[in-house]
């Protein structure tokens, strides 16, 4: 009797351990997810204002910079925040080259403008600086509208600092 007792303590004991170990583990890798700063437009100023937003690690650059366009499209969580880009907008290709993003984004970026307020290079200086911030290693970034080279002006919107929010 006094050796299942004996027995089953241990094992009962490894299997603790094995879960607080994996309860840190969790913790401090955060199970493959980042903290990332996206950048929207505020209702009324038109501003851009960070929020936070914590999504999926993944294996390169490259698919994490897609990831982060992505969720600019799916919209801010605020509802002090107005949308970036048109909603049915899509990441064509992403291409992370010699410290230069290729980002080539779908023709509903134009078409689909009714459902944001800002122009094209507005919208496009929203995305180069959410980019930017979270990737300080991106010296450039050449936008693509349906496979065509978009001559990007900034508007001066990527300059103006932004609260961040959570």
């Known amino acids: 009797m006094k050796k299942k007792f004996t027995k089953e303590l241990l094992w009962g004991g490894i299997l603790g351990g094995v879960f607080v170990l994996s309860v840190i583990v969790y913790i401090f ?7 990332r700063v996206l950048f929207f437009p505020t209702e009324g100023t038109m501003e851009l204002s960070g929020e936070l937003r914590r ?11 897609e990831l982060l366009v992505e969720e600019l499209i799916l919209g801010p969580v605020e509802l002090s925040l107005n ?24 023709p509903e970026l134009i078409v689909g403008k009714g459902s944001v307020e800002l122009s094209v290079d507005e919208s ?37 600092t932004g609260l961040i929010s959570g």
């Open 29 to 35: 890798t955060g199970a493959g997810q980042v903290n």
């Open 55 to 65: 999504v999926p690690r993944r294996g390169s650059d490259e698919e994490n910079i």
């Open 83 to 106: 949308p970036l880009i048109p909603k049915y907008t899509t990441v064509r290709t992403c291409m992370f080259r010699d410290r230069t993003v290729y980002l080539d984004l779908s």
């Open 124 to 160: 496009l200086a929203g995305v180069d600086r959410t980019i930017r911030f979270n990737f300080p290693r991106v010296e450039d970034i050449v936008f693509f509208i349906d496979g065509e080279m978009y001559d990007f002006k900034p508007s001066g919107m990527e300059s103006q």
